[in-house]
């Protein structure tokens, strides 16, 4: 009995040092793979104009450009967000269920 429990044991880690081995080789290829494909993108970006290039300063212009419309954006509705919000939170219905009352005074009795 105390051999198998033994074998079992030295079956297991076993198992978990491949599965651990297993895990470094498909993290070392991984990283292979990524270092290949951003090489290949880095020399295509560099053949097309680079970073310096027209492209790159055009998407700038329009990354900056949408930037300010969502900022724009943001200061034209904020305060009406903030009017819903409040809104919504002075709402306060004071009715009370019908059935709440009457579970009430079961509990309670009626006084």
């Given at each position: 009995?105390?051999?198998l429990?033994?074998?079992?044991?030295?079956?297991?880690?076993?198992?978990?040092?491949?599965?651990?081995?297993?895990?470094?080789?498909?993290?070392?290829l991984?990283?292979?793979?990524?270092?290949e494909?951003?090489?290949?993108?880095?020399?295509?970006?560099?053949?097309e104009?680079?970073?310096?290039?027209?492209?790159?300063?055009?998407?700038?212009?329009?990354?900056?450009?949408?930037?300010?419309i969502m900022?724009?954006?943001?200061?034209?509705?904020?305060?009406?967000a903030?009017?819903v919000?409040l809104?919504?939170?002075?709402?306060?219905?004071?009715?009370?269920?019908?059935?709440?009352?009457?579970?009430?005074?079961?509990?309670?009795?009626?006084?």
């Amino acid at each position: 009995m105390i051999f198998l429990r033994y074998y079992w044991s030295l079956r297991s880690t076993a198992r978990g040092d491949r599965m651990k081995q297993a895990q470094a080789d498909a993290d070392e290829l991984i990283a292979a793979y990524r270092r290949e494909q951003q090489d290949a993108f880095d020399k295509k970006v560099l053949l097309e104009g680079g970073s310096g290039g027209n492209a790159s300063a055009k998407l700038q212009a329009e990354t900056n450009k949408e930037i300010q419309i969502m900022q724009a954006q943001f200061q034209s509705n904020a305060q009406k967000a903030v009017d819903v919000l409040l809104s919504k939170c002075c709402e306060v219905s004071l009715e009370v269920p019908t059935a709440r009352v009457r579970s009430t005074q079961k509990l309670y009795g009626d006084n």
